[in-house]
């Protein structure tokens, strides 16, 4: 991830880590997110929601931190919905406030 960065071909590398959590590197930072332990209903469209997450809260002008906090949270909250249901907001608002991040 680091290497894709710093070779410039890309500017930024979101990595999703199932139950571990996920990674997030740019060329300022690096970000480590542990994962939020809740139980899982189905994780039909949690990598979905956790980008969907993130960009959304890039879109209303947040720092990367905050949007991968919120993409964490959105991967989450995507567990807790049964079938194919992508994550509720509520579930995301609750469950942001809970992701740990490390800057590694």
Do not use: N
């Not at 959304?56 to 931190?65: K, N, T």
């Not at 949007?67 to 959105?74: L, Q, W």
């Amino acid at each position: 991830m680091v290497d894709l960065v710093r070779s410039g071909k890309v500017d930024i590398v979101a990595l999703t880590l199932g139950e571990l959590g996920a990674l997030l590197v740019g060329r300022d930072f690096r970000l480590r997110a542990r994962g939020l332990g809740v139980k899982a209903a189905s994780a039909v469209g949690a990598g979905d929601s956790f980008l969907g997450a993130m960009v959304w809260r890039l879109s209303l002008g947040g720092e990367w931190e905050e949007a991968f906090r919120y993409g964490v949270a959105g991967g989450a909250a995507a567990l807790l919905s049964p079938g194919t249901e992508l994550c509720r907001k509520e579930d995301v608002e609750r469950l942001c406030r809970q992701v740990s991040i490390q800057h590694i």
